[in-house]
C-alpha cells in the first residue's frame, strides 16, 4: 500500500492565482483531513470528510474549498491564493472515528509570494 | 472548542537521558490523547496514544500518562537516541471522537545530543 499519496511536494504561487492540491489514499479509509502546519503553531485542521460527498469546515477553512467525489480522492482547492495561505499542507485519513490513528502524507509546500 | 498546549517548545537531552514533554488539554469530553513524531520533510507519524480510561501506557522506551482531573498528559522517553531526535506533538480529539478530529499542540523540537 502506497498509504496516503500527495501531490505536489512543492508549488509557488502568485498571489490571486488558483490551484488544487491532490490527497489520495488506498487504504479505503472513510476519514479524511487536511492540515495546514505554520512554524511554531502546530497543525491547523482546514477541512474533513466523513465519507464520500460528505464534508465539513474545521478550525481555519477562509479561503479554501474540498470535495470528496470518491472514498479515495480528497482535493483542496485554493480559488485566490493570499500570502497567508504559504504553509505546508497534510492530508490525512483514519479508518474508524472512535480515536484510530491518523495516516498522514508527505505534505505539499505551498508559497504564495 | 477544544485547545491544546504543550511545552516545552525545544528539548535538548544527552543521549542516554530521559526527555518529558508536557500537554494540557481544555476540554473535559476529549477522550483521545494520541502523540506524533515528525521528522524532517515527512508528515507526523504516531508513536503512541492513550485513552481517557486509561492513566498510563508503555511501549518500550516511550510511556504517555494522562491525568484527567488536571486535563494534562505527558509524554516520556527513556534512553533516549539520537534518532529520538524530530518534532513530536500531543493532540486531543476536539469533539469527543465522533469525527476523530484531532487538535495539535504546538510541537516540541526533540535534540538528543550525542
Known amino acids: 500500500n502506497a498509504g496516503v499519496t500527495q501531490t505536489p511536494k512543492f508549488r509557488i504561487l502568485k498571489i490571486g492565482q488558483s490551484m488544487t492540491l491532490q490527497c489520495t489514499q488506498d487504504m479505503n479509509h472513510n476519514y479524511m483531513y487536511w492540515y495546514r502546519q505554520d512554524p511554531g503553531m502546530g497543525l491547523k485542521l482546514i477541512y474533513y470528510s466523513v465519507g464520500a460527498g460528505i464534508t465539513d469546515k474545521g478550525e481555519v477553512p477562509n479561503g479554501y474549498n474540498v470535495s470528496r467525489s470518491t472514498t479515495e480522492d480528497f482535493p483542496l482547492r485554493l480559488e485566490l491564493a493570499a500570502p497567508s495561505q504559504t504553509s505546508v499542507y497534510f492530508c490525512?485519513?483514519?479508518?474508524?472515528?472512535?480515536?484510530?490513528?491518523?495516516?498522514f502524507g508527505n505534505g505539499t509546500r505551498l508559497t504564495v509570494t | 472548542g477544544e485547545n491544546v498546549e504543550q511545552h516545552p517548545s525545544t528539548l535538548s537531552v544527552q543521549e542516554g537521558d530521559s526527555a518529558v514533554i508536557k500537554c494540557t488539554y481544555s476540554?473535559?469530553?476529549?477522550?483521545?490523547f494520541p502523540w506524533y513524531k515528525q521528522e524532517l520533510g515527512k508528515g507526523p507519524q504516531l508513536i503512541i496514544d492513550?485513552?481517557?480510561?486509561?492513566g498510563e501506557k508503555k511501549d518500550q522506551r516511550i510511556a504517555v500518562t494522562l491525568n484527567k482531573t488536571a486535563k494534562h498528559f505527558s509524554l516520556h522517553i527513556t534512553e533516549t537516541q539520537p534518532e529520538d531526535s524530530a518534532v513530536y506533538f500531543c493532540?486531543?480529539?476536539?469533539?469527543?471522537?465522533?469525527?476523530?478530529?484531532?487538535?495539535f499542540g504546538t510541537g516540541t523540537l526533540l535534540a538528543v545530543q550525542p
Open positions: 492513550i485513552r481517557s480510561n486509561v
Open positions: 476540554d473535559s469530553a476529549s477522550n483521545y
Open positions: 490525512a485519513s483514519s479508518y474508524d472515528p472512535r480515536g484510530s490513528p491518523l495516516h
Open positions: 493532540a486531543a480529539s476536539g469533539d469527543g471522537g465522533a469525527t476523530n478530529k484531532l487538535i
